[in-house]
């Protein structure tokens, strides 16, 4: 069976960092490109970042490029976004989001995590 | 990237067809028949309904399907149930190698 579960999502004030993680399992990792999507409360879905299979493509969306960092460790089957100067606008729901397919362009999604939720106040 | 064009909300009673309209630019769904639809119900993940414009995954019901006239992609659900009131998100491959979504469409079953 295939699984995504999302950490690391919390409080945090704003101009501060986080970092979220995404533990993948029932599924041959390295044949997958991962995503970050991310949903403000009570708003729609935003895609916010892409990584390929090796780590050697990797997209943002203009909202948090450079500021956002999204990387991957294939031996712990892992996938990570590192958030930094972080505004109200990024609290959302973090969710984690399969391709089942690596083609080095980001496509649809077939399976998600559950999500992790960030929030931004001081 | 802006965000595609959906309909804020669409309503049908049981059994009735409704379709949901997605509409993008020359940039996305006009160029590429790379949209994919997902159904979110409340406090769940989305699910993927439909790929490559009219594909259907494994165990989704076909019921739902989608099809595309120029920069506008629609789905429709046929036979509506009341399991299908949720929210509906289209998404399109664009020419920056990335996604962009929908603002989202909530289906009511009256």
């Known amino acids: 069976e295939v699984q995504l579960v999302e950490s690391g999502g919390g409080l945090v004030q704003p101009g501060g960092s986080l970092r979220l993680s995404c533990a993948a399992s029932?599924?041959?990792?390295?044949?997958?490109?991962i995503n970050w999507v991310r949903q403000a409360p009570g708003k729609g879905l935003e895609w916010v970042s892409y990584?390929?299979?090796?780590?050697?493509?990797?997209y943002y969306a203009d909202s948090v490029k450079g500021r956002f960092t999204i990387s991957r460790d294939n031996a712990k089957n892992s996938l990570y976004l590192q958030m930094n100067s972080l505004t109200a606008d990024d609290t959302a729901v973090y969710y984690c989001?399969?391709?089942?397919?690596?083609?080095?362009?980001?496509?649809?999604?077939?399976?998600w995590g559950q999500g992790t939720l960030v929030a931004v106040s001081s | 990237q802006s965000a595609l064009t959906q309909p804020a909300s669409v309503s049908g009673s049981p059994g009735q067809s409704i379709t949901i309209s997605c509409t993008g630019t020359?940039?996305?769904?006009?160029?590429?028949?790379?949209v994919s639809w997902y159904q979110q119900h409340p406090g769940k993940a989305p699910k993927l309904i439909v790929f490559?414009?009219?594909t259907r995954p494994s165990g989704v019901s076909n019921r739902f399907s989608g099809s595309k006239s120029g920069n506008t992609a629609s789905l429709t659900i046929s036979g509506l149930q009341a399991e299908d009131e949720a929210d509906y998100y289209c998404a399109s491959f664009t020419s920056s190698m990335t996604q962009v979504f929908g603002a989202g469409t909530k289906v009511t079953v009256l």
């Open positions: 490559d414009l009219d």
């Open positions: 029932g599924f041959t990792f390295t044949d997958c490109s």
């Open positions: 989001a399969r391709q089942p397919y690596d083609n080095g362009a980001v496509g649809s999604f077939d399976y």
């Open positions: 990584i390929n299979s090796n780590s050697r493509t990797v």
């Open positions: 020359s940039s996305d769904i006009g160029r590429y028949n790379y």
